[in-house]
Structures are given as structure tokens and as C-alpha cells.
């Protein structure tokens, strides 16, 4: 694993020296990438408290909605693995689940616990658009509908389940008739799961699909399963509610954390010439910032980023659960877990490297 | 060496109640020395109030309950690990306990409590609500195999001991029962909440694990609630059972409004069973989040509620939702009167240990001891409330040495951690130090020392030192002949190995944070 200055190849510790070096000279330095492991995103917060940082691991706009959502309105969810042996009415919204690993172990159980008469599942699927067809094999009822008009389906969905029948003409490309249809299947269901994958809807259609669940559970049991897949974001997203309070975007210039998601968006603070530093931390794949920018750039992130210009810094890293033990956002549980590295290099690890950017900030403070 | 000199000890494990010396060394409580003036550091404790660190039976500490409480809390203050570690410390509570680690959320639970400083802490793992256990029980594979299950959820869980909420309640919700009885059984098992009690209990102590099980019982809150505290009494036939939160359940159906104070039946069920110990979390009026691993009671609660979170787990579940208890509400004032009237009727301080969340801590400390200051919140309650209620009546007060044993003894005893609660020679020299004032509310807000592990790390409310304690955790010896069961299992049933979330003995990059803390033999 390389440690670069620039074009040039440097050692861990000037390398270490230099990001330290860039970071004390900056006014406001971005912390921002794909995230990182547990460990990684700790010490990067830490780096970010000391620096008074702007830290954005949340790029995803998806993703900060269903935030929003859930400190707003709440949730009503459940587990991947309860969703596969207790639904026997599962309703799949837009295209977006189609790409999700855990869906489909979802799909692939039997229901044991909601039918131990051996009755089937029921899956339908709303607004699959180009993904239609592409979960073969778990007899899905391809309902059609139009993504674009979700917010009315959505709205006739929960009028369908109140009573109120959906216009004769239809609606975003659906026939009238199906909205009570599912609206009836999920009303009759033991236990009904509503699964979408947050980068298909915008707030207003989740806060939708919330009602229509905690309307269901008044009289029959249903949850929504949100479907996201970014071991990285959602890692940091945890470790940062745990010590700071919040998810990313936080800013630490007051020394407390102050969250803000408008004011430290990313492409924003560099757009606007606001940070004079960046800092891009993506342990799990090697990435590069999508920015054209002449910031001072440190790297850190696995082997094989392809930049346009060389980062003033550059710190490769090993990936974690593959080449070193870590702790990290499990797409397939939706929780965290410990894995144990596959095959071990001893190479450095992201946390290793912040927290010896960290050390040289604190040595040459002194 | 440290020594603590002249202050007033207050050790209810070893009936010391007098003016003497402490001595440190080695971070434990050390016998003195032949010189005690050659000690290298001495706090003059005169006029002081010495006791052992405080241990906090039901703290909420860490997990997917706790996150989506931040959730919800986001636009007022969200509390962060660093915030939980210090409001303990700085009252002088130096252990805590999560009493409801989810196992499929157990590594996170245990990184939360590991980022805690200050403290030590130690999780209870819930079961009771998973397929696995009911289906052990329905179909009656024996005592042996589940025992193993337990051994092996200890295990993988890195928890002190077991623990139970709803039983049987949260699997039956997710069959859409609202209602679950001690003797309802979960559809598709066959099994009662009582057949899940009486096999955890039977286990967990067989195990030997340190504490006995910890057990929220069914339909918290609700009128008629004490019957199924003292059906679950009952059920444990002597064996040791803890129940948690009792003031849940210290409710009955009198009066025009249905809801009365029902303490009295449950003082007089403890006083009969003395195997069984409580602790009592009496609450504060004003805004709050009720933080559950219950999902039928939170979805209960969530009626009105303008956001909550519920969520169903292979377990258990649980979820949040913020609201206010009012001093203008019938319930809310008899809630409030509930939770002291146990405290002050149940007269085995042994048995009892008190648990609030450390802000509130202080305050209801102050009603225990003083019967003028419960007189005072009294007069603003609704009357008929009060007339639903005992609390008016009684005038009992604690004395220090009792809050001494309902804080840090008995709370220590109750959970087998022998080497703490107490400032007996070789115990943990976790130590705060309070200066006498009529004010209890204030006397037990800001100790004027507070020494962890024999450091000192708060003073007069300012931290001295930053550090981070321990997790504690039980290792029983389990047979492991479930683990090709338990693989089939998971297999067939989620789609995933058995174990995947357990908990490694060290996490990434650092070192191994936990304290074991040996079984009852």
C-alpha cells in the first residue's frame, strides 16, 4: 500500500506530518468520502473536534431525508431476517430494491413464522420501472405504476385503505381497481412489510409510505424495511449519532457539534470557497472527490484511486473486513458487526492513519 | 497510598455506619497501613459523607433504542456516550447497567458502552421474545438445552446476564395481540409468559450467573398491573427473580378514573417473597422519552404521540416516544406517586435498588429522605389523584445509610458484583464523597469528590481525570452441544449463520475493555 506526496513516494510518517501540516494551516477543513469502519469514522470525528472541522459522510440527499423522517415523524420498521420469516405480505416500491443484496435473502425465505400452515407469501411490486423482471423466480406481481407520479399513488394508496375508492380513469398508470387490491392484500395480511430503497423517494413520499404503515397497524401488523447498502455512510452515520448526537453533516467550529445539513453539504462549502481544506476518508473502496478543485487534497482510502490531479497527501489503507479486522454497518442484518479480516496484510488501517494525523497535530500544539 | 481521613463512612455491605479513615492503593480499597501519615496523597473528609460508588441497576445506556431516542431528540439537546459517562460520574455513579442489549444488536451495543467514560458497565442480554428460546421451550428439548442457549447468548453477547421484557408480549404483537397476560401463550409455540419466566429463571440460575434473571413482567402501566408482578413472584418458587421498572406495575383499577395506586399489594408480595429483589425507577414530572425494548407498549404509548419510533426485531424490538408527564394529569400524578410509595413501603432496603436517570437522580433521592418536599409536590397534584394514592400517608424518610443501601449495596448485591457497593478492604475503590446538606437534592447533585478505580475524577463538579472503565461481563461454562441446532436454525429460519453478531473480545484496534465478573457457585 502506497503513501504518496504528490506525485512522489513518501513514508507513513512525513506523510503524516504533512496532513497534520495542511490541516493546522487551514481555516476550515471538510472532512468528507464514502465513510469509513467504526474505528475510521471515530477517529475521524475526533480529528474533526480537534480542528474545529466541517465533517459530511451523509452526501447522500436519499439518506438525509430518511434521517429527517426518522427525527421528525419517527418509524415504524423491522429487520431483514424478521421480514423474511414473519411477512406474508411483502410490497415493494420502485426500481431501487431490485439492487439490494439483502432484498433478495429477504425474498429467498419462507415465511415460517407468519404461516406455519404453510401458506405463501405475497410479494408485489409498485413502480418497478426498468428493474421489472429482474427478481425472477420469487413469483413478484409486477403491478407497474409510474415513479414519478408516487406522491398521488401513495396518496390513493392511503385513501384506498381509509375506504375512499381511487378515481375511475386510474392513476399513474395504474387502474383504479389496484389500489384497494393492495390496499386489501396488506389490510388482510398477518404481517405486512413495505420495502423501498430511500434513493427512489423523496421526503414527502417516505412521510407517505410512514402513514400508510402506522395507519395499517391500527388494526393488522405491518413495518417498512428501508433498504440502503452503504456500509461506509451508514457506519459513520451510527458512530457519529453515538458521540456527537447527530448524524453527519456536522460542523465542530464551535467546539460542540452543530448539525446543520444545509451548511456543511459538501459540494456546497467547496462550491462556495468556505473550506480551504479537504480531507477524504473512503475505506471501503478507492475513490476519489468528485470535485474539481485546487484545495489542498489528503487521501485516504485503499489502493487504485484514480485522481485527476495527485493529492497533496495520499495514504492507502487496508479495506476493512477484507485485509483487517473491523467493525462496520452490515448491509444483510442492518446493524453493525465485528468481521474478521478474510485475508490480514497488517496493512494501515484508516483509523490508524487519522489518529496519527491526530498525534502530530497534538505534538506540534505543544 | 490515599487515604480519606475523618469522614463519615457509610457502608451498609460491611454495617459500618461511623467516622474513620479509607485507604487506597492499587485502585482497591487497602487495609491501613502501619503509619497512615506516610500515605503519599489525604483528603481531610471531615464533616463528610462517605459512601462507595453509586451502581445504577437500569440506565438505557446504549443500543437501537438509545439511537432512536437521539433520533427524536435531535432539536433539543441529544445525548452523546461522553454526555451519559459524565452525568453518572459527576453524582458520583460509577457503574451502569444496559439492561436490555438486543443479541442481533449486541456489537453495537457493546461499542456504545465501550465509548461511555468514567464508568463501568456491563449489559443484560433480552431474550424471552426470540423464536429460538420459544421454540426450545414449545417443543421441549429440556433443561439442558436451554441452558446451553443461554450459556451460548452469554457468550456471544459479552453480557453480565440475562434479561426478559414482555415476554412472550413482543412475539405475540408481532401476531397482532395488544394484550398479553402471564398466562397467554404466543400463538404458533404454545408457550405462556409464564412457561418463558419460570424456564429463565430455572436457567439463569443454574448457569449461576451473577445476576438473577431481570425481568420487566407484562403489560407494564395498565390497571390491574400488580397481579402480574406478583403472578410472576410466584411463578420464581423461590428462586432468585429480579424485577425491573416495579413501579410499572404498581397500579390497580379503583376510584372513578380506573387507575389507582396498587403499591401496597405489591409491598406486601415482596415482603412474602423474599427471593425476589426490585428496583424502582420513580420518574419526574416534565418532558421525557420513554425509551422501551417493548414494542407493544411503545406502540401503545404512541397513540397521540406527534412522532415515535416502533420497530419489531427477531426479539424483541422496542422504540421511543417523547412525552410530557404532567403535574395536572390523573395518571401521570399517580405514576409519580407510585414509584416513591414502593420505595418508601418496601422495608428490605436488600432487595431494592433505586434507578433514575442520573439527572433526576438527586431529586428523588431528596423525596425519599424528606416528607416535607414530597408534601410540596404533593399540594399541586390533582386531589383526586391523591386521594387514589397512599403517598399523602406515608412519612416515612430514608436515612443516608439506607440510601447508601438502595443506591450502591443492594443494586451492587443484586447483580453479583461483589467488588463494589461497598468499601470493604479489596473492593473497587469507586468512592464519592458528599458534604452534608439539608438540601438533599443538592447534597447528591455534586459530591465533592468521586474516585474511580482509586483515581479521583471529579472534584467539587469539575472533572479531574478522563477515563475509560470497564465492561463487565460473566463467562458461565455452557456445554455448546446447541450451536449445530442453533445453525440449523438460523439457516432455515433468517438466512444467516448463527452468531453473526457476535461480539469479539476485542474490538478493532484496541484492546479488550472487558471485566469478568465470576458466577455464583
Not at chain 1, 404461516?115 to 420501472?129: I, S
Not at chain 1, 406522491?151 to 383504479?176: C, E, S, T, V
Not at chain 1, 470535485?291 to 495514504?315: D, H, M, N, S, Y
Not at chain 2, 422495608?347 to 442520573?358: F, H, I, K, N, V
Request: with cysteine.
Amino acid at each position: 500500500m502506497a503513501v504518496r506526496l504528490g506525485k512522489a513516494q513518501a513514508t507513513a510518517e512525513s506523510a503524516l506530518a504533512e496532513a497534520a501540516r495542511i490541516l493546522a494551516g487551514s481555516r476550515l477543513a471538510l472532512l468528507t468520502g464514502t465513510g469509513s469502519d467504526v474505528a475510521g469514522a471515530r477517529a475521524a470525528l475526533r480529528l474533526a473536534e480537534r480542528i474545529g472541522g466541517a465533517v459530511d459522510f451523509r452526501r447522500d440527499p436519499a439518506l438525509l431525508a430518511l434521517d429527517a423522517l426518522m427525527a421528525e415523524r419517527g418509524l415504524i420498521f423491522t429487520t431483514p431476517a424478521e421480514a423474511r420469516a414473519r411477512a406474508d405480505s411483502l410490497l415493494l416500491i420502485g426500481p431501487g430494491v431490485a439492487r439490494s443484496a439483502m432484498l433478495a435473502q429477504v425474498l429467498k425465505g419462507t415465511p415460517l413464522l407468519a404461516a406455519p400452515d404453510g401458506a405463501e407469501r405475497t410479494t408485489l411490486w409498485l413502480c418497478p420501472g426498468s428493474a421489472a423482471d429482474t427478481l425472477p423466480g420469487f413469483g413478484i406481481q409486477d403491478y407497474g405504476g409510474d415513479l414519478s407520479a408516487i406522491h398521488g399513488i401513495l396518496a390513493l394508496l392511503n385513501a384506498a385503505m381509509r375506504g375512499h375508492p381511487a378515481p375511475g380513469q386510474g392513476f399513474g398508470g395504474l387502474a383504479p381497481g389496484i389500489f384497494e387490491d393492495i390496499a386489501g392484500r396488506l389490510i388482510t395480511a398477518r404481517y405486512g412489510v413495505v420495502a423501498f430503497s430511500p434513493a427512489d423517494l423523496d421526503a414527502l413520499a417516505m412521510e407517505a409510505l410512514l402513514s400508510f404503515v402506522q395507519a395499517l397497524n391500527q388494526t393488522t401488523r405491518a413495518a417498512l424495511l428501508p433498504v440502503s447498502s452503504d456500509a461506509g455512510t451508514q457506519t459513520f452515520a451510527h458512530v457519529s449519532g453515538w458521540l456527537t448526537g447527530f448524524p453527519p453533516r456536522t460542523g465542530f467550529m464551535a467546539g460542540a457539534p452543530d448539525y446543520d445539513p444545509w451548511r456543511f453539504d459538501a459540494t456546497r462549502l467547496i462550491e462556495c470557497g468556505e473550506c480551504d481544506a479537504l480531507l477524504w476518508l473512503s475505506s471501503f473502496e478507492a475513490s476519489a472527490p468528485p470535485w474539481r478543485t485546487k484545495l489542498p487534497l489528503i487521501v485516504i482510502c485503499p489502493p487504485g484511486a484514480q485522481f485527476v490531479r495527485p493529492p497533496e497527501v495520499l495514504i492507502e489503507t487496508a479495506i476493512p473486513g477484507n485485509e483487517a479486522d473491523a467493525e462496520f454497518w452490515s448491509e444483510a442484518s442492518q446493524s453493525l458487526v465485528a468481521v474478521k479480516a478474510a485475508g490480514p496484510t497488517g496493512g494501515l488501517t484508516a483509523a490508524a492513519a487519522l489518529t496519527g494525523i491526530l498525534d502530530r497535530l497534538e505534538t506540534s500544539s505543544r | 497510598m490515599i487515604r480519606l481521613k475523618g469522614g463519615r463512612i457509610l457502608d451498609p455491605a460491611n454495617g459500618r455506619d461511623e467516622i474513620g479513615d479509607l485507604f487506597i492503593e492499587a485502585g482497591r480499597i487497602a487495609a491501613p497501613p502501619p503509619d497512615p501519615e506516610a500515605a503519599a496523597r489525604s483528603y481531610d473528609l471531615a464533616g463528610k459523607i462517605v459512601m462507595a460508588g453509586g451502581v445504577a441497576m437500569h440506565g438505557g445506556l446504549a443500543g437501537p433504542n438509545a439511537n432512536a431516542a437521539r433520533a427524536l431528540m435531535r432539536d433539543a439537546a441529544p445525548g452523546t456516550v461522553g454526555g451519559i459517562g459524565l452525568a453518572y460520574a459527576a453524582i458520583g455513579m460509577t457503574t451502569a447497567i444496559e439492561p436490555a442489549l438486543i443479541p442481533e444488536h449486541a456489537v453495537e451495543t457493546h461499542l456504545q458502552l465501550g465509548d461511555i467514560p468514567f464508568i463501568d458497565k456491563a449489559a443484560l442480554a433480552l431474550l424471552g421474545n426470540d423464536d429460538a428460546l420459544l421454540r426450545l421451550i414449545g417443543e421441549q428439548h429440556g433443561e439442558r438445552a436451554i441452558d446451553d442457549f443461554l450459556g451460548w447468548t452469554i457468550g456471544q453477547t459479552q453480557a453480565l446476564g440475562i434479561a426478559a421484557v414482555n415476554p412472550g408480549g413482543a412475539a405475540a404483537f408481532k401476531d397482532n395481540l395488544r394484550a398479553f397476560a402471564f398466562e397467554d401463550v404466543v400463538p404458533g409455540y404454545g408457550v405462556s409468559a409464564r412457561q418463558i419466566v419460570e424456564a429463565l429463571i430455572g436457567s439463569v440460575q443454574r448457569l449461576g450467573l451473577p445476576p438473577a434473571l431481570h425481568l420487566e413482567c407484562n403489560n407494564p402501566d395498565r390497571p390491574g398491573s400488580f397481579v402480574t408482578a406478583i403472578e410472576a413472584m410466584e411463578a420464581a418458587a423461590g428462586l432468585p427473580l429480579h424485577l425491573a421498572q416495579i413501579q410499572r406495575h404498581g397500579f390497580g383499577a379503583e376510584g372513578a378514573e380506573g387507575f389507582s395506586s396498587a403499591s401496597a399489594f405489591l409491598a406486601e408480595a415482596l415482603a412474602y417473597h423474599k427471593n425476589v429483589s426490585v428496583d424502582a425507577g420513580p420518574m419526574l414530572f416534565g418532558a421525557r422519552v420513554a425509551l422501551s425494548a417493548d414494542p407493544a407498549r411503545q406502540f401503545e404509548r404512541s397513540a397521540g404521540a406527534g412522532k415515535w419510533v416502533v420497530w419489531d426485531g427477531e426479539g424483541n424490538g422496542g422504540g421511543a416516544v417523547p412525552d410530557r408527564a404532567s403535574e395536572t394529569d390523573y395518571r401521570h400524578a399517580i405514576q409519580w406517586a407510585v414509584g416513591l410509595e414502593l420505595c418508601l413501603l418496601i422495608d428490605d432496603p436488600w432487595r431494592l435498588a433505586l434507578t433514575a436517570d442520573p439527572a433526576a437522580l438527586p431529586q428523588i433521592i431528596q423525596w425519599l429522605m424528606d416528607a416535607d418536599a414530597r408534601a410540596e409536590c404533593i399540594a399541586r397534584l390533582p386531589k383526586p389523584a391523591m386521594a387514589m394514592c397512599l403517598l399523602p400517608k406515608l412519612d416515612r424518610e430514608f436515612s443516608l445509610y439506607e440510601i447508601a443501601a438502595v443506591t450502591r449495596a443492594a443494586p451492587a448485591r443484586i447483580l453479583g458484583l461483589a467488588d463494589r457497593g461497598q468499601l470493604g478492604i479489596g473492593a473497587v475503590a469507586d468512592i464519592a464523597v458528599y458534604g452534608e446538606q439539608a438540601d438533599k437534592a443538592a447534597m447528591f447533585a455534586a459530591p465533592d469528590y468521586v474516585f474511580k478505580d482509586g483515581e479521583l475524577i471529579v472534584e467539587a463538579g469539575k472533572v479531574k481525570a478522563s477515563r475509560v472503565g470497564r465492561t463487565l461481563r460473566a463467562r458461565p461454562v455452557a456445554q455448546g452441544q446447541i450451536a449445530s441446532w442453533l445453525a440449523q436454525h438460523d439457516e432455515a429460519l433468517y438466512g444467516r449463520a448463527a452468531g453473526s453478531f457476535a461480539v469479539p473480545d476485542a474490538f478493532a484496534g484496541a484492546e479488550s475493555c472487558f471485566g469478568d465478573v465470576p458466577c455464583r457457585t
